[in-house]
């Protein structure tokens, strides 16, 4: 290898790494959404109060990271489609 070249592992096609960092926000997305349901059927469980409290605790912290890793991920296109779905379906009085 001569000097100032790179090997031929580091060419990567920029649109497949634009395609896998959209399925890992996608993937993160879905799974965000996941967490707040498994937080649903804790109710249904035989677990303590103490660990229904602390399951849910760390789903919502999973599900929180998630979605807002999932936003990094798709980028500020996405956001503003997140921000203007809300903004249709929740209105300030």
């Not at 937080?39 to 409290?53: F, R």
């Not at 500020?76 to 997140?82: G, R």
């Amino acid at each position: 290898m001569t000097h100032g070249t790179w090997p031929a592992a580091v060419d990567v096609d920029v649109g497949i790494l634009t395609q896998m960092k959209k399925t890992i926000g996608y993937f993160l997305l879905v799974f965000s959404f996941v967490a707040w349901g498994g937080i649903a059927v804790l109710a249904w469980t035989d677990l303590s109060i103490a660990m229904m409290a602390a399951w849910t605790t760390g789903l919502v912290i999973a599900g929180e990271v998630a979605f807002f890793s999932s936003l990094v991920f798709l980028g500020p296109d996405f956001l503003l489609k997140v921000k203007a779905f809300f903004r249709k379906h929740i209105k300030r009085e």
